[in-house]
């Protein structure tokens, strides 16, 4: 029988690369280490100093996401399995961070690797691999776009998202976006309930008081009559 590897809660997966080392690379580590300890393990890997380090975190788009500066921060709450971490060394001899060019591996170069993240999860049909998962994601866009074509701007709408109280508001945009695959509703709240004042990920899509606005999936919104109520509680189910 071949050797099945296995994913463990206690281990984060990411990819590695380094300005000081041309060799990209995969590794496990357990997540309760610190990032501290991260380093330690990372000098080995790279040659990096752990003492002067840099780690810029990117996602899966290459996509640069933020960078680990709390050397107390443990791995489980900074990090996830596919991630991609980048090391640099200001203190690395004849380093320059002006004149280097950090490693930016295309998305299509990602995929067509076979010792990745992403292709042992094709492999092994896990995540949105798996075809049960892929059947009812599908299920949701259909059901988000359905929706969100008989919405229209300016319909009084309540957002009724998981783990959250209803809130009530107006519909200021409706389709697709830059954030995010498929259809969202921008809703304007009647309180300070939302997440932002539409601006997402540096592009506006409506305009409205800061925390009054967030984007909700259209599966998750209804149109009627919906006369303003009061909530002040937020979600962790928006964008």
Aim: proline share 4%.
């Amino acid at each position: 029988m071949p050797d099945v590897i296995v994913t463990h809660p206690d281990f984060v997966a990411v990819s590695i690369t380094s300005t000081v080392s041309s060799v990209a690379s995969e590794k496990r580590f357990q997540s309760h280490l610190t990032v501290r300890e991260l380093k330690g393990k990372l000098e080995m890997i790279t040659g990096a100093s752990m003492d002067s380090m840099k780690i810029e975190v990117f996602n899966s788009n290459n996509k640069s996401i933020g960078k680990l500066t709390n050397d107390e921060a443990v791995l489980k709450d900074v990090l996830e399995n596919g991630l991609r971490l980048h090391v640099t060394d200001p203190d690395a001899v004849g380093f320059n961070e002006g004149d280097v060019e950090k490693y930016e591996m295309s998305k299509e170069e990602y995929e067509s690797r076979e010792d990745t993240v992403q292709a042992f999860k094709k492999k092994n049909k896990l995540g949105r691999f798996n075809p049960e998962v892929q059947a009812k994601l599908a299920a949701q866009e259909q059901e988000n776009k359905e929706k969100a074509l008989k919405m229209n701007v300016g319909d009084r709408c309540e957002a009724n998202t998981p783990n959250q109280p209803a809130r009530r508001g107006e519909i200021m945009f409706v389709g697709e976006t830059n954030f995010k695959a498929g259809y969202w509703v921008g809703v304007k709240f009647d309180e300070p309930v939302g997440k932002h004042d539409g601006l997402v990920e540096g592009k506006r899509y409506f305009t409205c008081q800061n925390k009054y606005g967030a984007m909700v999936q259209p599966r998750y919104v209804e149109v009627g009559d919906f006369p303003p109520l009061d909530d002040d509680l937020f979600s962790d189910d928006e964008i």
